[in-house]
Every structure is written in C-alpha cells, then in structure tokens.
C-alpha cells in the first residue's frame, strides 16, 4: 500500500502580487515560529491556491487531505486492514518436524501518520466538511507534537518531525454541509482570515488564467466587483466567475461591447445574483445596469 | 589344606553338566575327547552370545550419544531462535520496523 505525497510547484496560470506576497509572508512567519495555521475566507478567496503557494515556500513535500463526511480516523491516520500468516516447517532436524502458524492483522498508515513521521506539510482543505471529533486526532499532534495511534496491541505513538506543519483551510461562511469549528482546534492554529483579493490581484489572475490583455481583464473583473460589493446578489460572485468569463471570450475572440459578451455575463453571473439577498431582484435588470456602469467608465 | 574350596570355574560346572546329560543320555562317559570336543563346542556358542550382547551393548551406546547430540543442536537453534526474535521486536514503535509501513510515492503536482 502506498501513499502519494505531492511536490507542488506554481503553475502557468499562478500571479505573484503584493497582496498575495504579504499574506504568504505572513503565514511563513508563523510556521517558522512552529505554529500551523488556519486559511479562513470565503468562496474564491483563494484559500486553497495559497496553501499550496505557502506549502512550496515551506520547502517540503505536501499530503492532502480534502474534507467531506466520508472522512474518518481511518481515512487519517490508517487502520488495520487484512491479515498477514506465516507458516513456516522447521526442517532443521530431519528427524523433527516442526511447525509453527501464526496470524496478524496488518496495519496500513496513512497519510496524517506518513506526514507527521516524514515532516511533510499537511494540507487540510475544508477541514470543517469533516466530523470535528474525527479531528480530535489533530490536537495533540499540534500541541504536543506527537500523533496517538489505536492498536490491537496498546497504544502507539508516533513523534512528529520538526518540520511537519499543518495548512489548514476552512470557510466559516458555508451554511451546508459543514461543522462547527473546535474551539481547541483553533487554539493551537494561527487563523488568517482572508476577505478576498484586491482588484489589482483580480486582474492578474483573470489574464494569467483567462488569457486575456489588461483592459478586459480589467472590465471584467470591475463586473463582478461592482456586483459583489453591491451586496445585492444571492451567492457572492468571485474571481472564478472572472476567469470563466475571461477564457470564454478569448477563445471566441468576442469583443467586450458585443451583445455575446452581455449574454455570456449574463449566463455566469446571473445564477449568482438569483432573486436577491432580499428575494425581489431582478438578476436581468441589475446586469444591464452594472454593465452599462462598467462599460461607460472611463479608464 | 582340603578345606579350602578351590574356585569352580565356568568349565567345570559346564563339564559337570553336560557329563550329567549325556550320562543321562547314552549311559556312562568315559571317553575324555568326547568330552573336551562338547565342552570345546559349548564355549564357542557362549564366545558368540558374548559377541551379540557386546554389539548390542555398542550400538545403544551409539544411540545415546547420537540422541544427546541431537538435543544439544536442538537446545542450540531454539536459543538462536528467541534471541533473533528477541532483537526484532526491539523497536520504539511497533510498526517502526514492520514490513506494513506504507510506500510513499511522490507527484508533482501544478496549483
């Protein structure tokens, strides 16, 4: 049985920006310090390209584990799976015949333990999909560096490499399918909250990802920042929306004045406004009137 | 000094017997070469029971050396036994060493 450990390494699409350094700065600060930390942000605030951006910085190999209800103590840190026999017939003596059988469960670890034991970084995407007392495992990895194993045979400790942090990401502002942090969780991480990215780092990534020069990006990013900080829309719309927007147009070669470019808008972002935070909006009328904003704006 | 015994030997209680039997027999003996030529048969038949006991005697001999030796090896290859064991179970944590520990394979992986 193996388990995959990831060198992660900044992609084509990946920008760098001032803001994203600063917040990368930070969080290495605390590692060093022997703190894990905690991204907190919203939907498409980036939480999850950072802890890897942060997790490269760190220097050593990633293991992830992405949150969900599937998610067990087994899924963390292994279990015993199977059975291993041994026969053997002693033949030393050719006049004894000895033979002994014997019959053990066999324990597979996975990748909490392989982390700790290797002092990989930990990358714990959406911990709180996970059932907090599945998390319970965590805390004395963080605060007294040393991971509690359950066996048949009593109980196993593994101690925890120097250099094994944990990235933790979460969204507090998800209703669905989540849990409730524990308060002793986040008392042994740094949690940084992350409000999303400022409009210059929006930019940048709508070009690096959607393939598109600096005005457009700009146009359509301006967009979907004027919808969000309208504060009008059901589901607040975010850079992803940006770059959907941004690749459709660059592979059509479709200009930003055109009517395909108000239906596109339309056809991404109009699901997020739905009917409104105060549900008697009309997602049609509010587009037409942000568009009409953006596009007579002078830059 | 007649009342001395004289040790009786093997011989003359054989001689003894089988003139007994043989008077019994065919009347009294009184042929001495007939005599010597029984009692010179009588001693060959006991050389060679002698013989058979000595080699029986020899072979279980054997036997129990070979059964000691066998337990010594024995007694030896259970000592070794415990002992590699013994030095495999020394480790701090008990999967440390096992053949279980997981492979860990390495991707690179674009973000």
Redesign the interface.
């Known amino acids: 049985?193996?388990?995959?450990?990831?060198?992660?390494?900044?992609?084509e699409g990946?920008v760098e920006t001032p803001f994203i350094k600063d917040i990368t700065e930070r969080a290495l600060s605390y590692l060093r310090a022997g703190f894990s930390i905690n991204l907190a942000g919203p939907t498409g605030s980036g939480k999850?390209?950072l802890a890897?951006?942060i997790a490269?910085q760190w220097g050593r190999?990633v293991v992830l584990i992405v949150g969900s209800e599937d998610v067990t103590s087994s899924s963390l840190i292994?279990g015993e799976f199977g059975y291993?026999r041994r026969y053997v017939v002693d033949r030393?003596?050719s006049?004894?015949l000895k033979v002994e059988e014997s019959f053990h469960k066999?324990?597979?670890?996975?990748r909490l333990?392989?982390a700790c034991r290797?002092g990989f970084t930990l990358i714990y995407d959406e911990f709180t999909r996970v059932r907090p007392e599945v998390n319970n495992i965590l805390l004395p990895v963080l605060e007294d560096r040393m991971l509690i194993?359950p066996?048949a045979?009593g109980e196993?400790?593994?101690r925890v490499h120097p250099m094994f942090r944990a990235i933790l990401t979460s969204n507090p502002e998800e209703y669905a399918g989540v849990y409730k942090a524990q308060d002793a969780l986040l008392d042994r991480v740094i949690t940084i909250s992350l409000k999303g990215f400022d409009e210059e780092t929006e930019i940048k990534i709508t070009m690096a990802r959607g393939h598109v020069p600096y005005h457009v990006a700009r146009k359509i990013v301006r967009i979907v920042r004027r919808l969000r900080e309208s504060g009008l829309c059901e589901y607040t719309p975010t850079v992803r929306s940006c770059i959907m927007i941004a690749k459709v147009i660059s592979q059509q070669n479709i200009t930003l004045h055109s009517e395909v470019f108000r239906k596109i808008c339309f056809d991404i972002l109009s699901p997020k406004i739905g009917r409104g935070r105060s549900g008697d909006i009309n997602a049609e009328v509010l587009l037409n009137e942000v568009l009409g904003e953006v596009m007579n704006e002078r830059d | 000094m007649r009342g001395i015994k004289e040790p009786i030997s093997n011989t003359s209680i054989i001689e003894k017997r089988i003139r007994k039997e043989l008077e019994a027999k065919y009347g009294p003996i009184l042929d001495e070469v007939t005599v010597k030529a029984v009692k010179m048969r009588e001693l060959e038949a006991l050389r060679k029971v002698q013989a058979t006991i000595e080699r029986a005697r020899l072979k279980l001999l054997r036997m129990k050396d070979m059964m000691r030796l066998?337990q010594e090896?024995?007694r030896e290859?259970t000592k070794r036994l415990k002992d590699c064991s013994e030095k495999h179970l020394k480790s701090e944590?008990?999967?440390i060493d096992?053949e279980?520990?997981?492979?860990?394979?390495?991707?690179?992986?674009?973000?």
């Open positions: 049985m193996s388990v995959t450990a990831l060198l992660v390494k900044p992609g990946f999850t390209t890897f951006h490269r190999p292994g291993s030393f003596i006049s004894v066999v324990w597979f670890d996975e333990v392989i290797n194993l066996s045979l196993g400790y593994v | 066998r090896v024995r290859y944590d008990p999967r096992s279980e520990k997981a492979e860990v394979v390495f991707t690179e992986v674009y973000y």
